[in-house]
């Protein structure tokens, strides 16, 4: 080593680290210290934090063997999978000392202390009037720090009213907006359960709810029952969520085929703790079987027929196990030769059509037989005259006499010669000076 170089420190071996929760939200830490044992019971210890001089207690006061805790640091993050916002482990500090009673009744001091600086601090928001709610206050054990937690709805400017706090406490003021969860594990106490809300008592890392979970465990649906102090679903909600998952993937779907000692049926309800099935069977019975009672098939089975030129007892014959809708019966007709004398009734033909013929009638005495009525119409049609394919008006005389009087009422307008009558221009011809 040159002269020139500076000594580097020594790293400490086998350094005794303690895990400490604090502050009102609960939060974790590491902390370092040189106590040779940790007491087996519930312990309260003076720290130094980032935030100034705190008081808390010793998480695990079972897992320590001669003053070092024996999980890792890495094993207790491993616990805690989310490492969002709700993330409780902190950097920690140092150990100071074990409280004593003087340091007890110190902290009963501040947090009577801290009620009054929240009633302050609500007095001055009304008179501002500023939208906001004050949750809870703490105040630190050194003094050096006010905490101030509320709710809101958006953003608010609060400049203003921590110059008002400052110049009345004068210490250092923190306001710290929360959620409606971080607002049930400061205040809220017992649940409907008879415990303490899971969220103050130890649930730090609070995941996610949704509906689906309450619908899994068929529990009610009422918003009022399964809704926490926070007005969301409840955290517990989630504690059994995988093994209600894995006991429904177990059982047969809704609908679907099964094979049962008692025949073959359809799925129409299950029950996820008692794994029981409900299967309505092919004469539209219900019955409810064990998991180890039931074999799933692909689907409902069909009717399998002989095939010809083959005997019975070579081919099996599957009965159909679930009832088939009828078909529609298709429209019957009838045949003049299933009818030789007697005529069908009147309810037997009724709603069929009459088929008309476009040959001429002829009457019944001349049939003789239906091969000679079918010869007579042909020869009837081969005879029967073509229609012309220029028709000739026929004149009438007494159409002619019509026309006659018509044209009289009307005033017997003249016709010009040469136009439309010839009998007229014929008569011009022949007068030429009868216009003169």
């Known amino acids: 080593m040159t002269q ?22 609960g939060l974790l830490g590491w902390f370092e210290h040189t106590e040779p044992t940790i007491p087996k019971t519930r312990s309260r210890v003076i720290i130094k934090t980032q935030r100034g001089l705190e008081i808390g207690d010793i998480v695990g006061e079972f897992n320590y063997r001669g003053g070092q805790f024996r999980s890792t640091v890495e094993q207790v993050e491993e616990y805690y999978p989310n490492r969002g916002k709700d993330f409780p482990l902190t950097e920690g500090g140092t150990f100071v000392r074990f409280a004593t009673d003087e340091d007890l009744n110190e902290e009963k001091h501040l947090e009577a202390s801290a009620q009054e600086e929240a009633l302050t601090c609500q007095k001055f928001i009304r008179e501002m009037d500023l939208p906001m709610k004050v949750i809870d206050a703490e105040h ?66 609070l995941e996610p709810v949704n509906m689906r979970m309450a619908k899994l465990q068929k529990a009610t649906l009422d918003p009022s029952k399964i809704s926490g102090h926070c007005g969301r679903l409840k955290c517990c909600l989630r504690y059994e969520d995988e093994t209600y998952k894995d006991l429904r993937n177990r059982l047969p779907k809704k609908n679907s085929w099964v094979r049962t000692p008692s025949g073959d049926g359809r799925v129409v309800d299950s029950q996820v703790l008692t794994q029981l099935v409900m299967v309505q069977l092919g004469d539209s019975t219900h019955e409810a079987f064990s998991l180890d009672q039931i074999e799933r098939i692909d689907g409902p089975p069909r009717e399998e027929r002989i095939p010809e030129g083959q005997a019975p007892s070579e081919s099996r014959v599957v009965k159909r196990s679930w009832p088939k809708k009828p078909e529609p019966e298709s429209p019957r007709f009838f045949d003049l030769e299933e009818f030789d004398d007697q005529p069908p009734e009147d309810d037997e033909i009724k709603g069929i059509e009459p088929a008309y013929d476009s040959g001429p009638s002829v009457p019944e005495e001349d049939w003789e037989d239906e091969e000679s009525a079918q010869e007579f119409f042909l020869v009837d049609e081969q005879e029967k005259p073509e229609p012309p394919s220029s028709p000739v008006q026929k004149t009438d005389p007494a159409n002619e006499q019509r026309r006659s009087k018509r044209g009289k009422r009307r005033g017997g307008r003249r016709r010009r010669p040469g136009r439309g009558d010839n009998r007229t221009g014929g008569q011009a011809a022949d007068n030429p000076g009868a216009n003169g």
């Open 4 to 25: 020139g170089e500076a000594p580097k420190p020594k790293q400490q071996k086998n350094k005794k680290l303690m895990l400490v929760r604090f502050g009102k939200m």
């Open 140 to 205: 630190l054990f050194g003094g050096e720090r006010i905490v101030i937690y509320f709710s809101s709805n958006g953003r608010v400017d609060f400049r203003e009213l921590v110059r008002r706090l400052a110049r009345e406490y004068q210490t250092r003021i923190e306001l710290r907006q929360i959620g409606s969860r971080d607002e049930a594990r400061l205040i809220s106490d017992f649940e409907s359960c008879g415990q303490e809300c899971c969220c103050r008592r130890f649930l730090k890392v």
